[in-house]
């Protein structure tokens, strides 16, 4: 089992920054592959972003929309996943939950094992 603890969000004017965290606790952290997925209202659950870690070498993907404005970065020694998002639309306004998985990065909500809860992120224009 991994748990998994977002933080981070909030409210932010259009054209603003936000950077959050998911902190991982139970397995290896290096072991999986993280993701960051968001639901707006309404809406389905999307794929924003993944980080893998693979013999010292991190590997990152982005959906189009975010392509540019958002980073997703790991630090294994505190296993925690981040997602630092700039130059935000109010079409990010979302729930963002983090996810885990083991193995490659895949961008289905279907392939992730495990959640955390979610955060809000609302951006105003």
């Known amino acids: 089992q991994v748990q998994l603890v977002e933080s981070g969000g909030g409210l932010v004017q259009a054209g603003g920054s936000l950077r959050l965290s998911c902190a991982a606790s139970g397995r290896t952290f290096s072991n999986y592959a993280m993701g960051w997925f968001r639901q707006a209202p309404g809406k389905e659950r999307e794929f924003v972003s993944a980080?893998?870690?693979?013999?010292?070498?991190?590997?990152?993907y982005y959906a189009d929309s975010v392509k540019g404005r958002f980073t997703i970065s790991r630090d294994n020694a505190k296993s925690t996943v981040y997602l630092q998002m700039n130059s935000l639309k109010p079409e990010d306004t979302a729930v963002y939950y983090c996810a885990a998985r083991v193995g490659r990065v895949l961008t289905s909500t279907e392939s992730y094992d495990f959640w955390g809860q979610g955060t809000q992120v609302t951006v105003s224009s």
């Open positions: 980080i893998n870690w693979n013999g010292g070498t991190t590997y990152s």
